[in-house]
């Protein structure tokens, strides 16, 4: 069983920029594709990025240009950075290891 916290979610004003976290516990942390994901009330959950445990990382859409998905194994941490932060992108945002282990989200809030 793993465990993900997410952290680092609120409001920010358009244009502005915001750092989510992710932690996992439990061991293979470096195993794992981990992934965030955001949902609003009116669309399905979306990809927002990936990473392997080597770092290699895959955008969606939503912040393609925008956002930065990294990742420390020693830390069992995963980050998204989004930058230009829009209207559109207030959402949860939920963090996943291998899709089938997921936090309990972290809501974004894009206002002025």
């Known amino acids: 069983q793993v465990q993900l916290v997410e952290s680092g979610g609120g409001l920010v004003q358009p244009g502005g920029s915001l750092r989510l976290s992710c932690t996992a516990s439990?061991?293979?942390?470096?195993?794992?594709?981990m992934g965030w994901y955001r949902k609003t009330p009116k669309k399905k959950r979306d990809l927002v990025a990936s990473?392997?445990?080597?770092?290699?990382?895959k955008y969606g859409d939503s912040v393609k240009h925008r956002g930065n998905n990294s990742r420390d194994n020693a830390k069992n941490t995963v980050y998204l950075q989004m930058n230009d932060l829009k209207a559109e992108d207030k959402a949860v945002y939920y963090c996943?290891?291998?899709?089938?282990?997921w936090g309990q989200g972290a809501q974004v809030t894009v206002s002025s």
């Open positions: 996943s290891a291998d899709s089938v282990f």
């Open positions: 439990g061991s293979n942390f470096g195993l794992f594709v």
């Open positions: 990473s392997t445990g080597g770092g290699q990382a």
